[in-house]
C-alpha cells in the first residue's frame, strides 16, 4: 500500500462528487420544469422520484465525504516508515467508515444543501403557477430576466454574471458559488473570518453552511442569456 496512492484514489473521488453535485442541479431544473403544471397526480407522483432522487445523490455524497475524512484521520496517524502500520491501515478505515455510518440518520439528509436548493426551488415554482403569472416556466424566466438589471445578476465578488448562485442565508446576498468558496478558504488557511463581501453588509463571518444554492436564480440568469442571443 502507497499513501500516494492512497491521495489519488481520494482525489478522485472528489472528483465524483462534482459530478453528483452537477447530477443534483440537472434533477432539480427537471422537477422545476414538473412544478410548473398544477393539479397532476403524474406530475407529483415524478416530483416524489425526483426527490427520492436527489436524496439518494445527497446520501452518497455524505458518505464519500465521511469516508474522505476517515481515509484522512487514519493516513495522518500512519507511519510509513512502519510497514506494520501500513498493512493495518485498511481494516482500521473499514471499522471507522463503519462506526461512523451506524451512527448517521438519513433524516440528516433534508439539511443537505442541494436537497434545500430542490425543495426552495419547487415551492417557488408551484407558488408561481398558483398565482396564475405563467403557464410555462421558460417564458416566465425570460420575461424576468429582461426586466431586472444586469447588476442583480453579478457576482460582488468577480464582477461577473454568475454561473451557479447562492444565497447567503444570514444576509440574503448573493454570490458566485466557486467564488465565494474560494474566498472563505482563503479566509481559513489565514485564519481569518470571511466578511460578506457586498459593500455596506455586516455579515463578518460568512460560512459555507449558510450558502444556499439558488435554482430559480440560475435559471433567470441562462435565460438571460437566450435573450441576449436571440436579439
Same mark, same amino acid.
Given at each position: 500500500?502507497?499513501?500516494?496512492?492512497?491521495?489519488?484514489?481520494?482525489?478522485?473521488?472528489?472528483?465524483?462528487?462534482?459530478?453528483?453535485?452537477?447530477?443534483?442541479?440537472?434533477v432539480t431544473d427537471v422537477?422545476?420544469?414538473?412544478?410548473?403544471?398544477?393539479d397532476s397526480e403524474s406530475?407529483?407522483?415524478?416530483?416524489?422520484?425526483?426527490?427520492?432522487?436527489?436524496?439518494?445523490? %445527497?446520501?452518497?455524497?455524505?458518505?464519500?465525504?465521511?469516508?474522505?475524512?476517515?481515509?484522512?484521520?487514519?493516513?495522518?496517524?500512519?507511519?510509513?516508515?512502519?510497514?506494520?502500520?501500513?498493512?493495518?491501515?485498511?481494516?482500521?478505515?473499514?471499522?471507522?467508515?463503519?462506526?461512523?455510518?451506524?451512527?448517521?440518520?438519513?433524516?440528516?439528509?433534508?439539511?443537505?444543501?442541494?436537497?434545500?436548493?430542490?425543495?426552495?426551488?419547487?415551492?417557488?415554482?408551484?407558488?408561481? %403557477?398558483?398565482?396564475?403569472?405563467?403557464?410555462?416556466?421558460?417564458?416566465?424566466?425570460?420575461d424576468i430576466a429582461v426586466?431586472?438589471?444586469?447588476?442583480?445578476?453579478?457576482?460582488?465578488?468577480?464582477?461577473?454574471?454568475?454561473?451557479?448562485?447562492?444565497?447567503?442565508?444570514?444576509?440574503?446576498?448573493?454570490?458566485?458559488?466557486?467564488?465565494?468558496?474560494?474566498?472563505?478558504?482563503?479566509?481559513?488557511?489565514?485564519?481569518?473570518?470571511?466578511?460578506?463581501?457586498?459593500?455596506?453588509?455586516?455579515?463578518?463571518?460568512?460560512?459555507?453552511?449558510?450558502?444556499?444554492?439558488?435554482?430559480?436564480?440560475?435559471?433567470?440568469?441562462?435565460?438571460?442569456?437566450?435573450?441576449?442571443?436571440?436579439?
Open positions: 500500500m502507497s499513501l500516494s496512492a492512497v491521495h489519488g484514489t481520494l482525489s478522485s473521488l472528489k472528483s465524483c462528487q462534482s459530478d453528483i453535485q452537477t447530477g443534483m442541479d440537472i422537477a422545476m420544469d414538473l412544478a410548473d403544471i398544477l406530475n407529483n407522483n415524478s416530483l416524489k422520484e425526483l426527490e427520492d432522487t436527489i436524496l439518494g445523490c %445527497a446520501k452518497l455524497d455524505r458518505d464519500i465525504n465521511h469516508f474522505v475524512d476517515v481515509v484522512q484521520q487514519v493516513t495522518s496517524e500512519a507511519m510509513p516508515q512502519n510497514p506494520e502500520t501500513m498493512f493495518s491501515l485498511s481494516d482500521k478505515v473499514k471499522k471507522m467508515y463503519e462506526e461512523k455510518l451506524a451512527k448517521l440518520s438519513d433524516a440528516e439528509l433534508h439539511k443537505h444543501q442541494k436537497v434545500i436548493a430542490f425543495k426552495d426551488s419547487i415551492r417557488n415554482c408551484q407558488g408561481q %403557477a398558483a398565482q396564475g403569472s405563467a403557464g410555462n416556466m421558460e417564458e416566465l424566466d425570460e426586466s431586472q438589471s444586469q447588476v442583480n445578476f453579478t457576482c460582488p465578488l468577480t464582477q461577473v454574471e454568475m454561473v451557479n448562485p447562492v444565497k447567503n442565508k444570514k444576509c440574503c446576498h448573493y454570490y458566485d458559488e466557486e467564488a465565494i468558496l474560494n474566498l472563505i478558504k482563503n479566509r481559513h488557511n489565514q485564519r481569518k473570518k470571511c466578511r460578506c463581501p457586498v459593500v455596506g453588509c455586516g455579515n463578518s463571518d460568512v460560512k459555507e453552511s449558510d450558502l444556499v444554492a439558488d435554482q430559480v436564480l440560475r435559471r433567470k440568469i441562462q435565460s438571460q442569456k437566450r435573450h441576449s442571443n436571440k436579439t
